[in-house]
């Protein structure tokens, strides 16, 4: 997984691996008249770096109001330029719907942040990912039959039967990263979808209506919050979807406030308590903050955690220069680097690990994409089918209206484009 190269040409791992990459589901399998990546035409895999930016600035140019470009965080610089609006999960999420007018929403990001662009926004919208391959590995950890069966093994357990407040047994909550599939279980099933920056709001919502919480595919990012809210960790037993009953016995799962499943970030993983040691001894008074995907032992050595958006406001509200170490993907890293010069700014994990799928995204893809809806062609589209968008929908509303803090003031940061 950690490796930079995927930097400079993805398209030699889209020839070898045709379809979809990590992270794309759509029912969870790959349906066969699905569209798959193919390789990038030559013109725009052996163009330079400055005969793409100009294409894509004037496709951009071209296109106007008829389309918003949107990029995550951990984007690679070349790619984060041209986004209109840049942001967390959240945010993006949110942005989505403030352009309506415009006929295309480009992402770039991964899958599940597509899917869930395509189904917020408008019915005449089309959202186009410009490399299908762009997937999420840690969404891949959980899929709809594996959650299905588990929901099954809890109704036994539980029954379905409230208690005398008229909280249900189990709330499902996923994580934004997971599959449009999923989001329609939670949608069906008065479930709601979280992301980092608003998962504790999130929870709480939860156990407003449900003795317990089943949380996917995270189990970092649902124990971190789970603990901040002070729910024992005895109280958190984990969901392994391959053994019987996950891996418990019924009475841990009754006693149970929070079911984690058994999944995690490959990129957030490679943090270790070892290098906040190092961080401190080389920095005296370095402020150490990292993403809730981190291991539990990682959050809690460090100073704080929260989103992506939370790490950038965290720096860039901090007037006194500060060294700052950051357990979060290495392109916001740079990034904040770059852009706060008063600040040390560095990565906690010295041996640079990127989201090698939104690394994916390159600006030749870009370009592609453009330049086709210049045409009036529409690749890469991301659809999801109705029977599961009407129920992922409702999930997703759901998570709108659990506002984190900080998103309340500032919605999305505008792009630099
Ligand atoms: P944020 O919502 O914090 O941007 O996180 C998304 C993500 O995939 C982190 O790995
Ligand atoms: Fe998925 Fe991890 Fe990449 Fe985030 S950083 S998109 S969780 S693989």
Redesign the pocket.
Known sequence: MCSTALADGPWEFDAKEPGYGPGASMWDVLPSDAPRQGSLPREYREASKAELDSRILAAKAELGERLVILG???QRDEVVKYADFVG???QLAQATKTRPQAEAIVFCG?HFMAETAEMLSGPEQRVILPNLAAG?SMADMADLDSVLDCWEQLEEVYGKEPDAQGRVPVIPVTY??SSAALKGFCGERGGIVC???NASAVLKWAFERGQRVLFFPDQHLGRNTGKAMGVPLEQMPMWNPNKELGGSDAQTLRDARVLLWHGF?S??KRFTVGQIKAARERYAGVRVIV?P?CPMEVVDAADESG???YIRRAIESTTEPTVFAIGT?INLVQRLANENPQHTIFCLDSIVCP?STMYRIHPGYLAWVLEALVRGEVLNRITVPEQVATHARVALERMLSVLPPAVKASPAKLGPA
């Open positions: 995550h965080f951990y967390d999960s959240f991964v999420c934004m990263n992301t980092s920056s970030c990129v957030h993403h995907e989103s992506t958006d993907e989201c």
